[in-house]
Structure formats: C-alpha cells, structure tokens
C-alpha cells in the first residue's frame, strides 16, 4: 500500500472516530467545594454510570464574560454551566445561550408534569434551574464572644469588634448596608434604585470597609472563617452545613439572608448541545436533586424532591419557614439590569485608600 493511501485511511479513520471520542466527555462549570461535592454524589457520578459519559467538572466564580468570549469566537469549550439567576438572564438577552424545551424534563415520580412540579420561576428560556440558596452570615462559635443578632450587628465593629469576610461583588453587600441603615427590606430595591440610594449604601460599607476581607469563592470565604482571619463572613448557606460537618462549630445569622436561583445553561455554538441538554435533564429530575440534598441544604427546585429530603436537613434550607422571616429575594431582574455599573463602582471603591480611625475597636 502506498504512503499516500495510508496517509488517507489514517484521516479517514480519525475524522471517524473523533467525534464519537468527543461524545464521551462533557464539561460542566460549577461553583467548586462543597457545592461540587454535593454534585458530584447527586447526579455526575450517577449520570457517569448510566451513559458511558466522563464528566469533567471546571471551577469558576461566576460571570458570563468566558462564556461571551467562547460563544462569540466559536471556540466554546464549557459544555453545561452553573450560573446565578442574574447573569443566565444577562446571557440569554445576549443570545449567548441555548434555548430549553421544557417539554423534554422527564416527569415527578408520581407522574405530574415538570411544568407543574418545578417551583415558579426556574424554568427559564435558556435554562433550567437547579437550586435556591442563600448568602448568610456565619461566625465561629469558640472564637466569639457575643454572637450577632441582626445584620446591623454585621456593621458594628465597636460592639462586635473583628474583621469581617465579604464577597468582591456589590451584589448582597448594597442591600445588606442599607438594611443595616434603617430601610425595610421591602423598600431596599426601590432605594438602590436612586443614585441618593447607592451613595448611601456606600457610605454604610465605607465604615467597615477598614476591617474588611475580600473574597471569591465560597470556598475562599469559609477559609477565612476557618483560619480564624474572620470574626464572621458572609457565605453560602451550604458552606456552612459542610464545614459543621467537619466539625467546626460554625452558626448561621438568617437575619435578612438573601436567597437566589441558580440555573444550567448550554452556551450557543457548542459541539455538544444534545449532550448537555441529557445531561441537564438527568441533573435536575426528582431522584438527583433529593440525592444532592443529602449533602448539602440548598432548596431543591423540583416540589417532588423537596418530599424526599430528612427532615433535619429540611430545616436548614433557606426556604425553610424559620429561615424566612426577614428574608430577601435578591432582584435577578434588577442584577441584570445594573450588575456592569455597579460594578465598576465597587471596583473604583475598593480602589479608594482606607481610612483606618484612630480608636480602633479591642
């Protein structure tokens, strides 16, 4: 056989099978910790198992612009990602998603449509949503004298003195300094809403700003709590319930917890868009988001899975009765709206020399 002929079959035969190699991985983008944890023994390694499929989990800390980035030059290499309400809608008014046919999600174990046994407002255009959380505070429980009783205890570094862990986002941290300043939770959008609103929650922040840690991840925000840097932190329910769970003596202030969706998403121009719409289908029926559950308290989107959960761990979601009281839905719409503006704002904030008063708090 000639060199050429050899050449060719050689081509032929890896144009062949490249693409049903390719068919056997999917890479899904997540949050990463715990969260990743209670994912992994839900539904990847189950759905693994049943299809043949090897599942590669990436870590990100949210964001659309690596999706935008991929989508746009047709290099999408993210199969399915984990996103927050707030920017699934950013990037589906991008057109940087793939629309869902909700008339594909299989059915609850009793027979009633997804339709009807998805909570309201999880079934989006481009996505479908997985589960509710919460950002909380949490403080160590050996380490504080005084354990806060309110967010605007959170703000007062002279009589709950310590740093402080936040997110590196305006997202929570407006609404949770205006809340601290008096304004009803219900009145907090409509007061963000101005530019008097903004410049007031800034002012709140400013004041702890000096006593203030920065982070990213919820893994990097339950580390400052873990290491002792932090007096308390804002954090993910669930990063709690984990780190218990190793023993650490950690506790959840629910006063004025703001709870979220988060949503799977395909992003447009993939190679792999049935896969991940199969995958997103196994990810979200009833059976996987009661097994995640077990190992992670964050509200199921599916009414049926919410039956099968312990009732321990059913008090510990964000939906949960007790939990709710002062609670805030955080305004995915509004995000959406003003997320790039108000982040630059924070970004020049942060930016800002601190001013460290003279009398420090003991």
């Known amino acids: ?68 980035s991929q ?86 570094v002279q009589r709950f003195p310590g740093r402080r862990g936040l997110r590196r986002s305006p997202k929570v941290n407006l609404e949770w300094a205006l809340i601290a300043d008096g304004v009803p939770r219900e009145e907090v959008y409509r007061v963000l809403n101005t530019d008097e609103g903004v410049e007031r929650a800034f002012r709140v922040l400013s004041r702890i700003k000096p006593w203030v840690d920065w982070w990213r991840s919820g893994e990097e925000a339950i580390r400052l709590l873990e290491t002792g840097r932090v007096s308390m932190t804002s954090v993910f329910n669930g990063r709690v319930f984990d780190a218990v769970q190793r023993g650490e003596n950690f506790a959840i202030l629910w006063d004025h917890q703001v709870w979220f969706m988060d949503v799977w998403v395909i992003p447009r121009n993939g190679r792999r868009t049935e896969q991940a719409a199969d995958f997103i289908r196994f990810a979200t029926n009833t059976e996987s988001l009661a097994r995640q559950m077990r190992h992670i308290p964050y509200g199921p989107v599916r009414r049926s899975a919410l039956e099968r959960i312990d009732p321990e761990i059913r008090r510990q979601l964000p939906t949960a009765a007790e939990n709710t009281a002062t609670a805030i839905e955080g305004d995915a719409e509004w995000w959406a709206a003003n997320l790039d503006r108000l982040t630059g704002r924070f970004e020049r904030w942060l930016e800002r020399p601190v001013m460290v008063p003279r009398e420090l708090p003991n």
């Open 1 to 68: 056989m000639s060199v050429l002929r050899r050449s060719t079959l050689l081509f032929v035969t890896v144009m062949v099978l490249l693409p049903a190699a390719a068919a056997d991985r999917l890479t899904v983008v997540s949050w990463g910790g715990a969260y990743v944890k209670s994912q992994m023994l839900g539904f990847i390694l189950p759905y693994e198992e049943v299809s043949g499929t090897t599942v590669d989990v990436l870590e990100y800390t949210g964001g659309i612009d690596e999706v935008r």
């Open 71 to 156: 989508v746009r030059s047709w290099n999408v290499r993210w199969d399915v990602v984990d996103m927050e309400l707030f920017d699934a809608q950013r990037a589906c008014r991008e057109n940087l998603l793939m629309p869902f046919d909700h008339d594909t999600l299989p059915p609850a174990p009793d027979g009633t449509p997804a339709r009807e046994d998805f909570i309201e407002g999880s079934l989006l255009r481009c996505g479908i949503g997985n589960v509710v959380a919460a950002t909380v505070v949490a403080y160590d429980q050996d380490r504080i004298e005084q354990p806060p009783q309110s967010i605007e205890d959170f703000f007062d």
